[in-house]
């Protein structure tokens, strides 16, 4: 398994509390949509409010061995 975590700094562009997605504009003025655990809380979190998101992404790969085809004849 491969996990990667990183975390990026910015500032809130826009909050969509319905889909509970958040747009965060990071250091080089690239806007990210992120959506939000549901676990995490929204509110008291506006637009122009500077935040530190920690990312996280996991890769899970099972190899599986295939019969081997009929011998041609």
Do not use: C, F, W
């Amino acid at each position: 398994m491969s996990v990667s975590t990183r975390q990026i700094a910015g500032v809130i562009d826009a909050i969509d509390y319905t889909r509970r997605q958040v747009a965060v504009r990071g250091p080089k003025g690239n806007v990210l949509a992120l959506k939000v655990a549901d676990d995490a809380k929204l509110d008291g979190l506006s637009a122009g409010d500077r935040i530190v998101v920690t990312h996280t992404e996991a890769l899970a790969i099972e190899m599986v061995a295939q019969a081997k085809p009929a011998a041609k004849k």
